[in-house]
C-alpha cells in the first residue's frame, strides 16, 4: 500500500547512486567560491536603510539608569518563553531589551507575504497551553505566530519593563557588585543581577554582493522589511494590488523566497524570480484546526507530551506514535524503516550511514519528481530540481510554489548556480541579458557564519576582563549550552552544545527557560549573588559533546554551498563544537530534565 505521505508522482524505479553522485558533486562544484561569507554585503552606511523599521514608528524616551533582577536580550521566543517562566517563579522585574518596535524576533521583521511556520504549530508555536491559544492551521501563518508573541507579553506583563527600538551596545561584569550593566544605543545604561541573551541565529539581513547593486534606480527592500506601502496588501493576504502595473524581481529561491513567490506571481504585472540554487520543495499539506479535535487532545500537559513525541519520532528517539506527522517525522520514519531493514549482525555505524544516504536518495527522487509533475514548462521544472542531498539545505514545503511557475507572468531565471550577474540602475543581469523591473525584492537571507559580536552588536565581558569573543576564540565552549565560565549569572538561550534540535528550535528554547527559572529562584533563595559553571563541569560537557557523531549529514563540506556548509568553505576547527549532546535531542530532553529535578545543579557554583 502506498505511503499517505507520498507525493504525486513518486517513483519507484532502481536508483543509480553513482550517477546521482556525480551529478550532486558537478551542482556543487559550479556554485563554489572563493569569498565564501564574504560575497555578502553588510547592511551598514549607504546600505543601512535596508535595516529601517517599517512598522513602527520609533517613540522617544529617557534612558535607563536603573536596576532589574533579570535582563533579556531579545524579545523573540527565548525572551518571551524565559520571561514568562521567570515570571511564574516569581521573579517580577524582568526587562526585555528588543531591537524590533515590539515582541516577536523573527515573526516581528518577517511579515512577508506568505510566512507561515514550516514545523506544526502545535509543537512550534510557544506556550499554547499555558495561553489558551488554538492555532488555527496545521502551519500557522505569520500574523497568528507574531500575535502569539504579543500574547505571551502580555498575559506575563512583559511589556510593562521592555525596551523597545533599543540595540544592545555593551554588556559587562561589575565585580564589586555582582551585576551586569547594559549599555545600548538608546542611552540606557542599567544594571541586572542576571541576564539571558537570546538574539536570535538569524536576525542581521544581508544584501547578495552583484556588482552595481548600489547603482539601482528602482525600488528595493529585504524580506524582513517588507514594504506593504509600495506593492499594497498586507501580512494578512490581502491582494498586493499596487503591484498589479510593475515588474518585479526577486533575488533568492531559499526558505522565503519558496512562500512569498506564489503571493508575487498572482499579484504582479511581470514577476522575474532570480535562482542560483533550487530549495527542495516537498509537499505542505496544511489543514485548518478542527476545534473538536483541538479540544480531545488539548488536555492537561498536552503540548509538552506533542513536544516530546515530535523529538522522539524525530531526533534520534523512538515513539509508538506520531502525533505530529509532518515532514520531518515522515524523513526519520524513513530512516528509520531503512535501518530497520539491516540484519541484526550486519548493523554497523556505516550500515546506518548507507541506510540514511538511501532514504535520502529517494525522498530528492520524489521531491524531483514532483517538479514533474506540477510545473508545466518542461524546460522550467529541470531547472527547479534540487540536486543535493535533502539536509544541505533548508528543506522546504509548500503546495503553491512550483504551482507559481505555471503564472502566464511568472518567469524563473535560472542562473546555472552563478547567482546574479550585475545590476544596473534600470534591472538585473543574468548571462548578458537584462530584465528590465520596476522593483528588485532581496530574498538573500541573513549573516549566519560572521563573527558572534558583529552580529549581536556587542561582546560581553565577563570576570577578570575576559571577554566571550575571547573565551571562545577557538570555538564555543558551554555547559548544556546555557551557561559559560567567567560569565557568572548569565544564560546563553539556544540550541548548540544542548539538545541542538534544529528541527523545532522552540523546543530547545522552551526547555532552557525552565532551567533558567529554576536557577534564579535558587540561587534568590539561597541569597547566593553568583551562579557560575566551574572550569571542570564545562570541560567535561564539551568533551563529552566531542565523544558524539559530529554533524553528521547536516552541513557536510560535500554539500552544494550555503549557510548549512559555512558557503561551502573550510570552517575551521572551532566548528567542532557546533553539536547537540551525542545521545540525541530525546536524551538530553530527559537528561536536563533529571539535572534540573535532582536539586544539586551539578556542575553550578552558588555563592
Ligand atoms: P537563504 O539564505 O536560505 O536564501 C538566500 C537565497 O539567496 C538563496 O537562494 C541564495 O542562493 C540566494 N542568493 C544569494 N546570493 C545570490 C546571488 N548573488 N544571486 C542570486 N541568488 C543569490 O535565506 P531565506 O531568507 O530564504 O531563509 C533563511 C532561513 O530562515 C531559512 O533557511 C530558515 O532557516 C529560515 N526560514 C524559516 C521559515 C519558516 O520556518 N517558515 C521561512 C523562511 C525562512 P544559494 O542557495 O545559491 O546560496
Same mark, same amino acid.
Given at each position: 500500500?502506498?505511503?499517505?505521505?507520498?507525493?504525486?508522482?513518486?517513483?519507484?524505479?532502481?536508483?543509480?547512486?553513482?550517477?546521482?553522485?556525480? %551529478?550532486?558533486?558537478?551542482?556543487?562544484?559550479?556554485?563554489?567560491?572563493?569569498?565564501?561569507?564574504?560575497?555578502?554585503?553588510?547592511?551598514?552606511?549607504?546600505?543601512?536603510?535596508?535595516?529601517?523599521?517599517?512598522?513602527?514608528? %520609533?517613540?522617544?524616551?529617557?534612558?535607563?539608569?536603573?536596576?532589574?533582577?533579570?535582563?533579556?536580550?531579545?524579545?523573540?521566543?527565548?525572551?518571551?518563553?524565559?520571561?514568562?517562566?521567570?515570571?511564574?517563579?516569581?521573579?517580577?522585574?524582568?526587562?526585555?531589551?528588543?531591537?524590533?518596535?515590539?515582541?516577536?524576533?523573527?515573526?516581528?521583521?518577517?511579515?512577508?507575504?506568505?510566512?507561515?511556520?514550516?514545523?506544526?504549530?502545535?509543537?512550534?508555536?510557544?506556550?499554547?497551553?499555558?495561553?489558551?491559544?488554538?492555532?488555527?492551521?496545521?502551519?500557522?501563518?505569520?500574523?497568528?505566530?507574531?500575535?502569539?508573541?504579543?500574547?505571551?507579553?502580555?498575559?506575563?506583563?512583559?511589556?510593562?519593563?521592555?525596551?523597545?527600538?533599543?540595540?544592545?551596545?555593551?554588556?559587562?561584569?561589575?565585580?564589586?557588585?555582582?551585576?551586569?550593566?547594559?549599555?545600548?544605543?538608546?542611552?540606557?545604561?542599567?544594571?541586572?543581577?542576571?541576564?539571558?541573551?537570546?538574539?536570535?541565529?538569524?536576525?542581521?539581513?544581508?544584501?547578495?554582493?552583484?556588482?552595481?547593486? =548600489?547603482?539601482?534606480?528602482?525600488?528595493?527592500?529585504?524580506?524582513?522589511?517588507?514594504?506593504?506601502?509600495?506593492?499594497?496588501?498586507?501580512?494578512?493576504?490581502?491582494?498586493?494590488?499596487?503591484?498589479?502595473?510593475?515588474? #518585479?524581481?526577486?533575488?533568492?529561491?531559499?526558505?522565503?523566497?519558496?512562500?512569498?513567490?506564489?503571493?508575487?506571481?498572482?499579484?504582479?504585472?511581470?514577476?522575474?524570480?532570480?535562482?542560483?540554487?533550487?530549495?527542495?520543495?516537498?509537499?505542505?499539506?496544511?489543514?485548518?484546526?478542527?476545534?473538536?479535535?483541538?479540544?480531545?487532545?488539548?488536555?492537561?500537559?498536552?503540548?509538552?507530551?506533542?513536544?516530546?513525541?515530535?523529538?522522539?519520532?524525530?531526533?534520534?528517539?523512538?515513539?509508538?506514535?506520531?502525533?505530529?506527522?509532518?515532514? $520531518?517525522?515522515?524523513?526519520? %520514519?524513513?530512516?528509520?524503516?531503512?535501518?530497520?531493514?539491516?540484519?541484526?549482525?550486519?548493523?554497523?555505524?556505516?550500515?546506518?550511514?548507507?541506510?540514511?544516504?538511501?532514504?535520502?536518495?529517494?525522498?530528492?527522487?520524489?521531491?524531483?519528481?514532483?517538479?514533474?509533475?506540477?510545473?508545466?514548462?518542461?524546460?522550467?521544472?529541470?531547472?527547479?530540481?534540487? $540536486?543535493?542531498?535533502?539536509?544541505?539545505?533548508?528543506?522546504?514545503?509548500?503546495?503553491?510554489?512550483?504551482?507559481?511557475?505555471?503564472?502566464?507572468?511568472?518567469?524563473?531565471?535560472?542562473?546555472?548556480?552563478?547567482?546574479?550577474?550585475?545590476?544596473?540602475?534600470?534591472?538585473?543581469?543574468?548571462?548578458?541579458?537584462?530584465?528590465?523591473?520596476?522593483?528588485?525584492?532581496?530574498?538573500?537571507?541573513?549573516? #549566519?557564519?560572521?563573527? $558572534?559580536?558583529? %552580529?549581536?552588536?556587542?561582546?560581553?565581558?565577563?570576570?577578570?576582563?575576559?571577554?566571550?569573543?575571547?573565551?571562545?576564540?577557538?570555538?564555543?565552549?558551554?555547559?548544556?549550552?546555557?551557561?559559560?565560565?567567567?560569565?557568572?549569572?548569565?544564560?546563553?538561550?539556544?540550541?548548540?552544545?544542548?539538545?541542538?534540535?534544529?528541527?523545532?528550535?522552540?523546543?530547545?528554547?522552551?526547555?532552557?527557560?525552565?532551567?533558567?527559572?529554576?536557577?534564579?529562584?535558587?540561587?534568590?533563595?539561597?541569597?547566593?549573588?553568583?551562579? =557560575?559553571?566551574?572550569?571542570?563541569?564545562?570541560?567535561?560537557? #564539551?568533551?563529552?559533546?566531542?565523544?558524539?557523531?559530529?554533524?553528521?549529514?547536516?552541513?557536510?563540506?560535500?554539500?552544494?554551498?550555503?549557510?548549512?556548509?559555512?558557503?561551502?568553505?573550510?570552517?575551521?576547527?572551532?566548528?567542532?563544537?557546533?553539536?547537540?549532546?551525542?545521545?540525541?535531542?530525546?536524551?538530553?530532553?530527559?537528561?536536563?530534565?533529571? $539535572?534540573?529535578?535532582?536539586?544539586?545543579? =551539578?556542575?553550578?557554583?552558588?555563592?
Amino acid at each position: 500500500m502506498p505511503d499517505s505521505n507520498e507525493p504525486q508522482g513518486a517513483v519507484r524505479k532502481p536508483i543509480d547512486k553513482q550517477a546521482l553522485l556525480a %551529478r550532486y558533486r558537478a551542482e556543487r562544484d559550479k556554485r563554489l567560491r572563493d569569498d565564501g561569507n564574504e560575497q555578502y554585503l553588510q547592511l551598514k552606511g549607504q546600505l543601512s536603510h535596508y535595516l529601517d523599521d517599517p512598522y513602527t514608528p %520609533r517613540v522617544e524616551r529617557e534612558p535607563k539608569t536603573d536596576h532589574v533582577t533579570f535582563a533579556f536580550i531579545g524579545g523573540g521566543f527565548a525572551g518571551l518563553v524565559a520571561g514568562a517562566r521567570l515570571k511564574e517563579a516569581g521573579i517580577d522585574d524582568v526587562r526585555i531589551v528588543e531591537k524590533g518596535g515590539g515582541f516577536g524576533g523573527t515573526w516581528y521583521w518577517n511579515r512577508y507575504p506568505g510566512a507561515q511556520c514550516d514545523t506544526a504549530s502545535m509543537i512550534y508555536m510557544p506556550l499554547l497551553e499555558e495561553t489558551g491559544h488554538m492555532p488555527s492551521e496545521k502551519y500557522a501563518h505569520a500574523p497568528e505566530i507574531l500575535e502569539q508573541c504579543e500574547r505571551i507579553g502580555r498575559k506575563y506583563g512583559l511589556y510593562d519593563n521592555a525596551l523597545f527600538h533599543t540595540e544592545v551596545t555593551g554588556v559587562e561584569w561589575d565585580e564589586a557588585r555582582s551585576r551586569w550593566i547594559i549599555r545600548t544605543n538608546r542611552g540606557d545604561e542599567f544594571t541586572a543581577d542576571f541576564i539571558g541573551i537570546g538574539n536570535g541565529p538569524l536576525h542581521v539581513p544581508k544584501l547578495p554582493g552583484i556588482p552595481g547593486i =548600489e547603482s539601482f534606480e528602482g525600488h528595493s527592500f529585504h524580506t524582513s522589511r517588507w514594504d506593504y506601502g509600495y506593492t499594497g496588501g498586507d501580512p494578512k493576504g490581502a491582494p498586493m494590488d499596487k503591484l498589479a502595473d510593475k515588474r #518585479v524581481a526577486i533575488i533568492g529561491t531559499g526558505a522565503t523566497s519558496v512562500q512569498a513567490v506564489p503571493h508575487l506571481a498572482r499579484s504582479a504585472k511581470e514577476l522575474y524570480v532570480f535562482q542560483r540554487t533550487p530549495s527542495s520543495v516537498d509537499v505542505r499539506a496544511n489543514i485548518p484546526i478542527d476545534a473538536d479535535w483541538f479540544a480531545s487532545v488539548a488536555t492537561p500537559g498536552w503540548q509538552q507530551r506533542w513536544l516530546e513525541n515530535f523529538t522522539a519520532n524525530q531526533a534520534g528517539g523512538s515513539a509508538d506514535e506520531d502525533l505530529v506527522q509532518d515532514g $520531518w517525522t515522515d524523513l526519520s %520514519r524513513r530512516i528509520r524503516a531503512k535501518i530497520g531493514q539491516i540484519p541484526r549482525e550486519q548493523l554497523t555505524p556505516q550500515k546506518m550511514l548507507e541506510a540514511f544516504e538511501d532514504s535520502d536518495f529517494e525522498k530528492m527522487e520524489e521531491i524531483r519528481a514532483r517538479v514533474d509533475g506540477i510545473v508545466e514548462d518542461h524546460e522550467t521544472a529541470q531547472k527547479l530540481k534540487a $540536486w543535493y542531498r535533502q539536509l544541505c539545505k533548508r528543506p522546504c514545503f509548500h503546495d503553491q510554489y512550483l504551482q507559481a511557475f505555471n503564472e502566464p507572468g511568472a518567469h524563473l531565471i535560472d542562473t546555472d548556480g552563478k547567482g546574479v550577474e550585475k545590476i544596473t540602475e534600470t534591472g538585473v543581469v543574468v548571462a548578458g541579458k537584462e530584465y528590465p523591473v520596476d522593483c528588485i525584492i532581496y530574498a538573500s537571507g541573513f549573516e #549566519v557564519g560572521t563573527e $558572534w559580536t558583529r %552580529r549581536s552588536g556587542f561582546d560581553l565581558v565577563g570576570k577578570d576582563g575576559l571577554k566571550l569573543s575571547e573565551a571562545w576564540a577557538d570555538g564555543m565552549k558551554t555547559k548544556h549550552g546555557l551557561h559559560v565560565h567567567g560569565f557568572p549569572n548569565a544564560f546563553f538561550v539556544q540550541p548548540t552544545q544542548g539538545a541542538n534540535l534544529i528541527s523545532n528550535i522552540p523546543h530547545n528554547l522552551t526547555d532552557s527557560a525552565r532551567t533558567i527559572a529554576l536557577v534564579v529562584k535558587t540561587a534568590l533563595e539561597r541569597g547566593a549573588k553568583e551562579v =557560575e559553571v566551574t572550569q571542570e563541569a564545562q570541560d567535561d560537557w #564539551v568533551a563529552l559533546l566531542l565523544t558524539g557523531p559530529g554533524r553528521m549529514m547536516i552541513g557536510s563540506p560535500d554539500c552544494t554551498p550555503g549557510y548549512y556548509n559555512n558557503e561551502g568553505k573550510d570552517p575551521g576547527p572551532a566548528a567542532k563544537y557546533n553539536v547537540g549532546y551525542p545521545a540525541g535531542a530525546s536524551a538530553y530532553f530527559k537528561y536536563i530534565e533529571d $539535572w534540573r529535578n535532582s536539586g544539586q545543579f =551539578e556542575g553550578l557554583a552558588f555563592r
